[in-house]
């Protein structure tokens, strides 16, 4: 092997170390109440654009934790991937499960942080983490959680306001319906079948919708979705393993004491049609029509309705 061959070789190394050091001198944590993230980047970033995505980073993960009170996991990691996508600034985002739990966001940071602000991606994948994953083949379980609160979760903090929240929800179930009336098949099928993504997404909202309001008013406002979750990271997370939907649904029964969680499921779970969500939408006084949402005048309702922003 002549010398030039062993000098190149040698310079190959030495960039991919140098590489290696760069990506580690880049990684952050950031705290999160009592909670830490790990973030890490992967591709070409500026310093400059580095802290504006480090910020997002953070504000989004606050949405979160203001669902209970503090962020799903004690340890958490993120990954920001390097995006030229000019469509929109946070075009794929995924949670990788395997002996720990990691978001992965794939980010043009060339946008404006207005605009990546705005974007839902964040706040939906990192609320997975609330759960542990259910398998492919209940994903409406999984993704509807994340669907629910991706909205509920942002108007808590002001990101949205509380019209623009239930315009949104109910923008998302029109498009779940329309999905399943072109496909209909059973929510207990769609989940493993193409073309039926927003029926699987959406009917997932639809049902944690329902069942936050039932617990809060099956309780006397004691409870909702929020607390019971609360209760499950106690117990059972963290929680990195595939976990049988029932297993989840009778454990959040039994910290509710009620079979609100399985009651809802058993509803929709071997029907064709989208879940009813109209009668939730009018228990918080909101009514429906071809341009959008609109608040009936009843204080009351408008009360109840204010309740799913409180932290």
């Known amino acids: 092997m002549g010398l030039p061959k062993i000098l190149f070789i040698f310079l190959l190394l030495w960039l991919l170390i140098q590489s290696e050091a760069t990506n580690a001198d880049s990684d952050s944590l950031i705290d999160i109440g009592e909670s830490q993230i790990h973030l890490s980047y992967q591709g070409k970033f500026s310093h400059k654009q580095k802290l504006m995505l480090n910020g997002w980073i953070e504000e989004m993960a606050q949405a979160v934790a203001t669902i209970y009170g503090e962020f799903p996991l004690d340890k958490a990691k993120v990954k920001l991937v390097r995006s030229y996508s ?17 978001i992965v966001l794939h980010v043009n940071p060339s946008f404006s942080y207005q605009r990546i602000r705005a974007d839902w991606t964040a706040v939906h994948e990192l609320s997975h983490l ?117 297993k989840v649904i ?22 064709k049609r989208f879940p009813d969500y109209e009668k939730s939408f009018e228990q918080l006084g909101i009514k429906t029509g071809w341009g959008g949402i609109s608040f009936e005048r009843d204080e009351k309702k408008a009360k109840f309705r204010r309740q799913f922003f409180e932290i």
């Open 86 to 102: 000019w469509r929109e600034p946070v075009p794929w985002g995924e949670v990788v499960r395997w002996n720990s739990s990691q």
């Open 250 to 271: 009778d454990r959040l029964d039994d910290l509710s004491g009620s079979r609100i969680f399985s009651r809802e499921y058993e509803k929709i779970i071997n029907s």
């Open 130 to 246: 609330l759960l542990p994953y259910v398998g492919s083949k209940n994903s409406w379980f999984s993704e509807g959680l994340a669907s629910y609160y991706q909205n509920i979760a942002r108007g808590k903090v002001g990101l949205l306001s509380e019209r623009e929240t239930f315009q949104k929800l109910f923008h998302g179930f029109r498009r779940g319906e329309r999905n399943a009336q072109r496909r209909p098949i059973k929510l207990s099928e769609a989940s493993s079948r193409r073309g039926n993504n927003m029926r699987v997404y959406w009917s997932g909202a639809a049902y944690f919708l329902n069942v936050d309001l039932k617990l809060r008013q099956e309780s006397n406002g004691q409870q909702s979705l929020a607390s019971v979750l609360k209760q499950y990271k106690k117990c059972c997370l963290p929680n990195h393993s595939v976990t049988a939907v029932w």
